[in-house]
């Protein structure tokens, strides 16, 4: 990541998420991705910070407030990026956020989209396999 910032603040989320706090780390995302500096990140670091909370193995079970509220901020800058991009891995994110939400039928549509984009590029990539799977399990 070549922002400091965005560096320092990843770099704290980790700390926290090494300490066993999750509610934390989620809360320290969901401040990030609601800065007013967040959408002025290059988009491949934007893409970085989100990846690391949207694919992230969170805790199990039902989603805490705090998860919730941190994937419900990554949909801001994931539309964007989504809109602005149209990268495939960038609609699998967005579409999760979606799912965590309760959103399936803005989940599936999301799905549905980046996996068109994805065929288009390479029908035979893992992330056409990915994209399927998360649409079958709606």
Known sequence: MANEQLATAIKRI????????????YDGYR?????????????????????????SKGPSGRPTPAMIEAHRAAVVPLTELV??????????????????????????AIFKAGLAIERERS????LCGALMRRISLL
Not at 33 to 49: C, G, M, T, V
Not at 89 to 99: P, Q, R, T, W, Y
Not at 123 to 126: A, E, F, L, N
């Open 31 to 55: 401040a990030l991705f609601e800065s007013p500096e967040f959408l002025s990140y290059r988009s491949q670091d934007q893409r970085q910070a989100l990846r690391l909370m949207v694919l």
């Open 123 to 126: 029908p035979q990539s893992d």
């Open 83 to 108: 809109s602005t991009e149209s990268e495939p891995a960038d609609h699998e994110m967005l579409g999760i956020c979606h799912v965590l939400l309760g959103n399936e039928a803005a989940a599936s």
């Open 14 to 25: 980790m700390a926290l998420a090494k300490a066993g706090n999750p509610d934390a780390v």
